[in-house]
């Protein structure tokens, strides 16, 4: 992967996955991502457990990483 190639993910083990205001558990949830669904991961505003992702349908949040499975 090239330096500032974008970074795709997809949602996986799980049937919906909360899109997050904050990277924390208990922070506001802003939507949720269906199964399945492909993601851009903002690695740069990533913490050790959640990514910063932008989903197609528009969200913009933190995602738990272990919910997310990155294309190599």
């Known amino acids: 992967m090239k330096i ?6 997809h949602v996986v083990d799980c049937s919906k996955l909360n899109v997050r205001k904050e ?3 208990d922070a506001e949830i802003l ?9 851009m991961i903002d690695e ?7 990514y910063n992702v932008c989903a ?10 272990r919910f997310i499975a990155v294309k190599a």
């Open 4 to 9: 500032g190639e974008p970074v795709i993910g």
């Open 23 to 25: 990277p924390d558990e």
């Open 31 to 39: 939507g949720t991502i269906p199964a399945g669904a492909e993601v």
């Open 44 to 50: 740069s505003e990533s913490t050790g457990d959640f």
């Open 56 to 65: 197609a349908s528009g969200f913009e949040g933190f995602c738990m990483k």
